[in-house]
């Protein structure tokens, strides 16, 4: 049996991205994965959102990934296109990049943190107790950890032997997904539930409803033929198709994020329709406000009840999801009915004030985690000013590549004594000339410091002087 801090169920997106957090904290963490490599057959995300961007540059990797895919704006509520180009952030865009070459460059970036995967091998169940999980594996070896996070999909192995409860609602509607060859170029652009357009190496991909629900067998070449020629009378001499899969817009939620040292993050806590692109956005963000929190825990820094935030502020969260991409596919139905529909609200979103709101939702820049009544910055990211310190200039998401919090001091210097938590913030005075403004919020009061989690949230607001400080402190880093 070898020991592990932590064990990850899961080496996709989420558990990868889980897995650099811990190590950047410093955590002896593994990941066991069924695949043998990185290698996908299908890319069913097809993209990145702004605010997962942002959590990639702050990690000062987001390079990576901006020199491989296709800045553009692929915000969207229901097919009615968001524009966010005017929204204040370095990254006001979304980034067209499938899902297998998002993962490549994830694992080579894990890989060379010194993650070790278990690969070919599936978590079977596990035994925990009061100091750690006992992890049994397909091979039948086993592990042993303080902690074990599943990030093992929708069909969670690790959710239902933890006994925790998936409520939610059966799928209403079925979608074909695949990248084909055709004899004839289609017209690019939304349609059929869906929409067609172009994919890697000049194939075509496909996204389309299929008439029927309940399928018993894998989907073939011929159910894309009939979805093409039901929506443009031709299937346009489709062939060789490089893969073909289908999802549904079945919705469930866990009823618990943790259960004892068992926690979910990614698919294993929420599925949902692809409409909107949130699936993997919202895993990498999970996975970013796990990390810190759950490192702190097994380094002894903060007390176990640090982890029921986890729940607390991704909860609601993962709901908002479900919520929306519900919304959306109510919108997606036929008939002159629903199209009124979309034409009102195509019409409503044109306007800059709901445009804006739904686009902060969509792209994850608006989130605001619940931490009381205080400063409009509060609970939110904090913004990727340009800083003026002793040091030269330097940008806010530099002082988190290493995942360590921050208190950033730009009013008058303090004489608050810091150096108790000094192994888990970093004290900076700078200066900041230019206006405050937030996503979908405008602009906001200058505060005179802040407190930043490692997830890029701001803890603290200062308005020069460190009332409240030393409790925020202690909440987020533990006793002095």
């Known amino acids: 049996m070898t020991d ?8 996709g997106p989420t558990g990868m991205m889980l897995a650099a957090e811990l190590t950047l904290a410093g955590v002896d963490v593994a990941i066991v994965e069924r695949r043998a490599s990185q290698e996908l057959e299908s890319s069913r995300s097809r993209g990145l959102h702004s605010r997962t961007i942002e959590v990639l540059d702050q990690r000062g990797v987001a390079d990576r990934f901006l020199a491989e895919g296709q800045a553009m704006q692929v915000q969207a509520f229901a097919r009615i296109p968001l524009d966010i180009s005017d929204f204040p952030t370095r990254h006001n865009y979304g980034l067209a990049l499938g899902q297998s070459h998002f993962e490549r460059i994830l694992a080579a970036w894990v890989s060379e943190l010194g993650v070790p995967i278990v690969r070919q091998r599936d978590v079977t169940g596990f035994a925990q107790d009061d100091t750690g999980v006992d992890v049994e594996l397909s091979d039948g070896q086993s592990l042993r950890a303080d902690y074990l996070v599943g990030c093992d999909g929708g069909r969670s192995v690790i959710r239902k032997a933890a006994g925790i409860e998936f409520p939610g609602w059966d799928p209403s509607t079925s979608w074909l997904i695949a990248e084909v060859e055709t004899e004839e170029e289609p017209e690019f652009g ?53 893969w073909i899969s289908r999802f549904t817009d079945m919705t469930r939620q866990a009823a618990s994020y943790r259960k004892g040292r068992v926690l979910l993050a990614g698919d294993a806590a929420h599925v949902h329709s692809p409409q909107g692109g949130q699936g993997l956005n919202v895993g990498v963000q999970d996975a970013v406000n796990l990390g810190w929190k759950l490192a702190q825990v097994v380094n002894g820094t903060s007390p176990n009840g640090l982890l029921d935030t986890y729940h607390a502020e991704r909860h609601p969260v993962g709901a908002r999801v479900l919520h929306n991409t519900m ?57 990727d000013l340009d800083l003026v310190t002793p040091d030269g200039t330097v940008r806010v998401f530099t002082l988190l590549h290493d995942a360590h919090a921050v208190l950033l001091n730009l009013g008058e210097p303090w ?4 150096s108790p938590w000094a192994h888990r913030v970093s004290a900076i005075d700078a200066d900041f000339a230019g206006d405050w403004e937030l996503p979908a919020l405008g602009h906001v009061a200058a505060p005179g410091a802040v407190l930043i989690r490692p997830d890029g949230h701001v803890a603290w607001v200062g308005d020069g002087t460190e009332t409240g400080l030393p409790d925020a402190l202690t909440t987020w880093f533990g006793t002095p």
Do not use: N, W
């Open 4 to 11: 592990h801090a932590v064990v990850i169920a899961g080496g």
């Open 190 to 242: 939304l349609r059929g539930g869906g929409g067609i357009g172009p994919a890697d190496g000049g194939r075509v991909g496909v996204v389309l409803t299929e008439p029927h629900l309940e399928h018993t067998s894998e989907p073939t070449l011929q159910d894309v033929k009939e979805a093409l020629i039901a929506v443009d009378g031709t299937d346009y001499g489709v062939h060789s198709p490089a």
């Open 327 to 383: 919304a959306q596919g109510a919108l997606g139905g036929t008939g002159g009915r629903a199209e009124a529909l979309r034409d009102t609200m195509s019409e409503l979103l044109s306007m800059d004030e709901p445009r804006k709101r739904f686009a902060g939702m969509i792209c994850g820049l608006d989130i605001q985690y619940d931490l009381g009544e205080g400063h409009p910055l509060l609970g939110r990211r904090m913004p």
């Open 415 to 418: 004489a608050f004594d810091v």
